[in-house]
């Protein structure tokens, strides 16, 4: 599956769920300048920036990411993802499923 096909940016941000397992979640968030998705109390998250720029943050650490930045959010420590100018793509890896 080619991820950067599946994104869907919008006026509101996309959200696909790509696989539920009680191994991992998958998820992917097409976001455009300014929009945001925050995440609390799962068990372990990694959010890996696919396209675009902006910013990824677990906890007070917070990064400016581009393409292959990858930021680990220690479990139950809120996390999330805001887009800067333009699109910006990011895979969500939960583990284990929460």
């Known amino acids: 599956m080619n991820l950067l096909d599946k994104a869907r940016y919008g006026a509101v941000r996309g ?3 790509l696989a539920d397992h009680p191994e991992v979640r998958l998820v992917l968030f097409s976001l455009t300048s300014g929009q945001e998705v925050k ?3 799962e068990p372990r ?3 890996l920036c696919l396209e675009g720029e902006g910013i990824l943050w ?3 650490k917070e990064v400016h990411a581009t393409p292959g ?3 680990a ?3 139950g420590e809120p996390h ?3 887009a800067g100018q ?10 284990p499923r929460p």
Not at 86 to 95: E, H, S
């Open 80 to 82: 999330g993802a805001r």
């Open 39 to 41: 995440g609390v109390g």
């Open 58 to 60: 677990a906890g007070e």
């Open 73 to 75: 959010a220690a479990p």
């Open 15 to 17: 959200v696909e769920l």
């Open 86 to 95: 333009g699109q910006f793509l990011v895979l969500g890896i939960v583990t």
């Open 45 to 47: 998250v990694h959010l």
């Open 69 to 71: 930045v990858l930021l």
